[in-house]
């Protein structure tokens, strides 16, 4: 099975209704023919942005409930927490992005897996 990583940005796209859309690569994963290999702040990033959709009065809390629900039950997810902090944030000031961005582009680097996000600055990290 391909194994890739989204950042919360690519990710929130799926679930949140006036996001960009990136149905086909998702698509993949929700079917069950992607793994996701992430760093331990995903969960973080993922639960955090829907939290603030619902406090933006984006989604409505039954929404958000249901979306919190469905994320906790994905199993084909492979969370890694070993990270090199200093190596880190050498990225993160390189390419003047947060440290929880840093976070998907070290484990892209680290791992050699694609990384799919929606966030220009970090793709442009990413091919640097």
């Known amino acids: 099975m391909q194994r890739v990583i989204f950042d919360a940005s690519f990710f929130l796209s799926h679930l949140l209704p006036d996001e960009k ?3 086909k690569i998702i698509q ?3 079917e069950g023919n992607l793994k996701l290999v ?5 969960k973080l990033e993922v639960v955090n942005a829907l939290r603030y959709a619902f406090a933006s009065k984006r989604i409505k809390m039954r929404k958000l409930s249901n979306l919190i629900t ?3 039950k994905l ?4 969370y890694v927490y070993d990270f090199n ?3 880190l944030v050498n990225l993160a000031l390189k390419f003047n992005i ?3 961005d840093a976070c ?3 484990l892209a680097k680290k791992t050699g897996l694609k990384l799919y996000t929606l966030d220009r600055k970090l793709k442009a990290s990413f091919i640097a």
């Open 21 to 23: 859309d990136s149905q």
């Open 28 to 30: 993949k994963f929700v």
């Open 38 to 42: 992430e760093p331990f702040i995903f």
């Open 70 to 72: 469905s994320f906790q």
């Open 75 to 78: 199993n084909n997810i492979d």
């Open 85 to 87: 902090l200093e190596l």
């Open 98 to 100: 947060s440290t929880y």
């Open 104 to 106: 998907y582009l070290y």
